[in-house]
């Protein structure tokens, strides 16, 4: 297998992955120190020295999306930009892919090891599975954004902004509001959700990474997710391997997979066109 492909993308992606490793670690870092500046009764000066990562991240989770989710989606949404896929099979875009892939997986296991080196001293555990969960994040949306740039190869970019600011916006904070509103506290704090709490749930691309991220260690929830959810009692079956593989499935697999398809067809159909239209009338 030629050697080309490969360094052509890691050229044109490497912006990107940098970006991404740079606003993660940043944003982590501060959070890390500001999660302890709030003065309290106790202490009204605030607590010493730098918090916890774990704190540190709850603290700043929705910087953490914004930081980890807009490189990833610009650079699915311009991977197809150059491509044509009239000339070009769905077996070409594969180097793309296991480039972005690599770059995207890296750039967040720096942006977390830069954190947690800025942070307290924390349990190691905790540094992997925050790389593990913002990598699957940044994954899911790098492939909204790749599947609408297998559609719109040359105008990718607004409608996967629109598709990120929907579930930023508005499905996030909808499923919320509706959610504490319809069960109310006591319910929800003894674990009792309603089934379609857990479809709404699978149908959000960040439940990717705040799943991975609470399953594996409870000290990443945020003050609301501890109030509604310190003492709730999961099922058995829910744990960080199991959930992660199944959004791996629906929300980076399931999109690629519908991706290259879609790029094939295109191709097809250009060649069928151009076909036509050489024919004599």
């Known amino acids: 297998m030629r050697a080309e492909p490969f ?35 106790e202490r009204p000066f605030g607590w010493p020295g730098p918090a916890s990562f774990e704190n540190g991240v709850a603290m700043v989770r929705p910087d953490i999306l914004l930081a980890t989710t807009l490189p990833a989606l610009l650079l699915g949404a311009t991977a197809l930009r150059a491509r044509d896929a ?6 070409v875009l594969l180097p793309i892919l296991a480039v972005d892939a690599l770059l995207v997986a890296a750039a967040c296991f720096v942006g977390a090891l830069v954190a947690f080196l800025a ?15 913002s990598t699957l994040l940044a994954l899911a949306f790098y492939s909204l954004a790749f599947l609408v740039s297998a559609l719109l190869p040359r105008h990718a970019i607004a409608p996967s902004l629109a598709i990120w600011g929907f579930f930023t916006s508005v499905y996030e904070s909808l499923t919320r509001v509706i959610l504490f509103r319809q069960v109310g506290y006591g319910p929800l704090a003894s674990g009792d959700f309603p089934p379609w709490f857990w479809v709404s ?63 094939q067809f295109r191709g097809r159909a250009s060649v069928a066109s151009s076909a036509r239209d050489a024919e004599p009338s």
């Open 7 to 41: 360094a052509s993308e890691a050229k044109r992606a490497w912006p990107y992955a940098l970006a991404l490793a740079a606003l993660l670690g940043s944003v982590v870092a501060v959070g890390a120190n500001l999660s302890n500046a709030f003065p309290s009764q």
């Open 86 to 91: 009239k000339t070009e099979r769905a077996g």
């Open 119 to 133: 942070a307290a001293k924390s349990p190691v555990e905790a540094l992997f599975a925050f790389a593990a969960a």
């Open 201 to 263: 749930q699978a149908a959000s691309p960040f439940t990717v990474y705040r799943g991975v991220l609470i399953l594996w260690r409870r000290g990443f929830m945020d003050y609301v997710e501890k109030a509604a959810l310190g003492n709730a009692v999961l099922p058995s079956w829910m744990n960080a391997g199991t959930f992660a593989l199944v959004m791996l499935g629906l929300w980076i697999v399931l999109p690629l997979g519908l991706a290259l398809g879609a790029w």
